[in-house]
Antibody, heavy 119, light 108 residues
Framework: EVQLVESGGGLVQPGGSLRLSCATS????????MSWVRQTPGKGPEWVAT?????????YYVDSVKGRFTISRDNAKNSLYLQMNSLRADDTAVYYC???????????WGQGALVTVSS | DIQMTQSPSSLSASIGDRVTITCRAS??????LAWYQQKPGKVPNLLIY???TLHSGVPPRFSGSGSGTDFTLTISSLQPEDVATYYC???????????FGPGTKVDV
């Protein structure tokens, strides 16, 4: 059974930093691209970042987080990460770790980690 | 950037009704379109990818069609467990990324 479990969410002040982790199991992690997707209550999901599965680990981001967020992975630990710096109030959301399905969609999602940016 | 719109934003239908939701892209996205179902308090669940391919385990009453800029999700016979918000999502390679539509809330 595929499992994705996020951790590291919490309350942080504007301008602060937070690092999210996603522990995975039940599939060969190194063979899949992985992504972070966020969602605020009552709104649709918003894709945040994706990292490729290969050794190059190419990554790409939504414009609003470029230069502030960094996605990374550790294939030996079957884990995905999101380093979030210079956080703003509009980054407040539930952040989901998601597995890419043939690079077209997301077929498995974690339960989410709540990130609240507030003073 | 390619924008995604959905219509209607909400609808109410009866059990057994045929329900159709429309998703429109501001530019041609070929068939790089997926549909998700999200029930209250739950994570999104992939229903369809590649515009018309039913994901594993999804009931056959769900179907998708379209290409280019106009797409539809159809529920052939609405069931009580289909109460949810439905999102379309496009993938693009240049620049790479994903964009979700604003959602369609389906009530019974």
């Amino acid at each position: 059974e595929v499992q994705l479990v996020e951790s590291g969410g919490g309350l942080v002040q504007p301008g602060g930093s937070l690092r999210l982790s996603c522990a995975t199991s039940g599939f060969i992690f190194s063979r899949f691209c992985m992504s972070w997707v966020r969602q605020t209550p009552g709104k649709g999901p918003e894709w945040v970042a994706t990292i490729k599965h290969d050794e190059d680990g190419d990554a790409y981001y939504v414009d609003s987080v470029k230069g502030r967020f960094t996605i990374s992975r550790d294939n030996a630990k079957n884990s995905l990460y999101l380093q979030m710096n210079s956080l703003r109030a509009d980054d407040t959301a539930v952040y989901y770790c998601a597995r890419d399905w043939i690079d077209l969609a997301f077929d498995h999602w974690g339960q989410g980690a709540l990130v609240t940016v507030s003073s | 950037d390619i924008q995604m719109t959905q219509s209607p934003s909400s609808l109410s239908a009866s059990i057994g009704d045929r329900v159709t939701i429309t998703c429109r892209a501001s530019q041609d996205i070929s068939n790089y379109l997926a549909w998700y179902q999200q029930k209250p308090g739950k994570v999104p669940n992939l229903l369809i990818y590649g515009a018309s391919t039913l994901h594993s385990g999804v009931p056959p009453r769900f179907s998708g069609s379209g290409s280019g800029t106009d797409f539809t999700l159809t529920i052939s016979s609405l069931q009580p467990e289909d109460v949810a918000t439905y999102y379309c999502q496009k993938y693009s390679s240049a620049p790479p990324g994903f964009t979700f539509g604003p959602g369609t809330k389906v009530d019974v």
